[in-house]
């Protein structure tokens, strides 16, 4: 979880805020699975709060895409076993992704450039290293922190979401892993071509980039239920 409360610790400060994080600790973390049914009743009980603020979490992670509410029945968290759920976010990443470079590559200032530069470094030194944690860290930082220098903090939040999900979604339902062989093998060069790409201004292969750096061949759009989901050993979520 270290990794994910780095790329989310600018957003707690309310309780409502709090039991958000608390929820989506636990979606993450597979405490509370793909599919699983979540009452707000519950989690008030949990976390000793009260049944509102719970709501108000709960109407944030819905419209963000995390859960899904079932009418008199609480909610679930959202299953990219799904076939039709999981090329849904496939593509809404891609489109939005080509988009967020294609517009940066067309307003790119200098001081956005020396911004993200120290963060493709250290994707590569993280390669050097083999340090999938800090991989994934800087990975994440160089993506969200296009989506804010593209679209402010708006873009940012909803680009976060998308991205994090894509997350779960590779961990849980695809064949191969988040950091598998194809990707993992390319990335050192693949972040410094886009960065290239966005300091040359040349909207068109920073968007081809983009999408060739994130794409996945067909072949590998291939689900799998793995890993904890199966595993009783894990103590239950809300």
Not at 93 to 116: D, P
Not at 198 to 209: E, F, G, I
Request: with cysteine; net charge neutral.
């Amino acid at each position: 979880m270290e990794w994910l409360n780095r790329i989310y610790s600018d957003l707690y400060s309310s309780q409502a805020d709090q039991i958000y994080d608390a929820i989506l600790t636990r979606i993450f973390s597979g405490h509370a699975p793909l599919g699983h049914r979540i009452m707000e009743s519950q989690i008030a009980r949990q976390l000793d709060v009260g049944i509102g603020q719970v709501h108000e979490a709960m109407i944030r992670l819905r419209d963000e895409g995390w859960i899904e509410l079932i009418p008199h029945g609480g909610a679930r968290v959202v299953d990219y076993h799904d076939p039709i759920r999981h090329r849904q976010l496939y593509d809404m990443r891609l489109s939005l992704e080509s988009g967020i470079f294609y517009f940066l590559a067309q307003t790119m200032t200098a001081a956005q450039a020396a911004e993200l530069e120290p963060i493709v470094s250290r994707i590569e030194r993280a390669y050097i290293m083999q340090d999938s944690l800090e991989y994934r860290c800087q990975d994440a930082e160089f993506h969200i922190s296009a989506a804010f220098l593209a679209g402010g903090p708006g873009l940012k939040n909803i680009y976060r979401s998308i991205f994090m999900q894509w997350c779960i979604m590779m961990d849980r339902c695809r064949q191969i892993g988040p950091t598998d062989r194809c990707t993992w093998n390319q990335a050192e060069k693949s972040h410094r071509a886009i960065q290239s790409a966005l300091k040359a201004k040349d909207c068109s292969l920073a968007a081809q980039l983009v999408r060739q750096h994130f794409q996945i061949p067909e072949c590998q759009l291939k689900l799998k239920k793995v890993g904890w989901e199966a595993d009783n050993s894990r103590p239950p979520g809300f």
